[in-house]
């Protein structure tokens, strides 16, 4: 099976296998010029060796995609950092206004209270003032019309 003369041809991707087509045509070339595999079915010492850099290529790939994934991670919580940074600043400006708002709003309903209060003040006085008016005239009409 691999000892064919014909050169193999892989057509991109190679699916499921992890290996790129210069890894695969690496390997087939290892296998194909190791000794064959021993009546006993033991594995040859140069095969294990390549089985071992191919685990640690492998190895090596994973542990570089993990650093890859962890620096994207670390990005990703610093942009969501920031970004609530931001917020909470947008936030806090705008807390501030609404509380000088309020206490602007607050000023004005106290003074118009006051007002308010100077009004009803003003009309219970004024309003015992017509009631005196109203019971002189009537004195005053009584006396007339009783001479």
Do not use: Y
Not at 37 to 48: A, F, I, K, L, Q
Not at 60 to 77: L, P, Q, V
Not at 78 to 97: I, P, S, V, Y
């Amino acid at each position: 099976m691999f000892c064919s003369d014909d050169p193999v041809q892989l057509q991109l991707p190679v699916l499921g296998t992890g290996f790129t087509r210069d890894e695969l045509e690496e390997l087939l070339s290892v296998l194909e010029s190791e000794s064959p595999v021993s009546p006993d079915n033991s594995v040859s010492e140069g095969s294990n060796r390549t089985l071992s850099s191919v685990d640690d290529d492998r190895k090596r790939r994973r542990m570089i995609s993990n650093r890859e994934a962890a620096r994207r991670s670390r990005w990703r919580k610093k942009k969501h950092l920031e970004d609530m940074t931001e917020d909470l600043n947008r936030l806090c400006a705008e807390n501030q206004q609404l509380k000088s708002r309020l206490n602007l709003f607050m000023s004005r309903f106290f003074a118009v209270q006051m007002e308010n209060e100077g009004l009803r003040s003003e009309l219970a006085s004024l309003s015992a003032r017509l009631s005196d008016l109203h019971w002189i005239l009537l004195a005053m009409q009584n006396h007339t019309n009783s001479r």
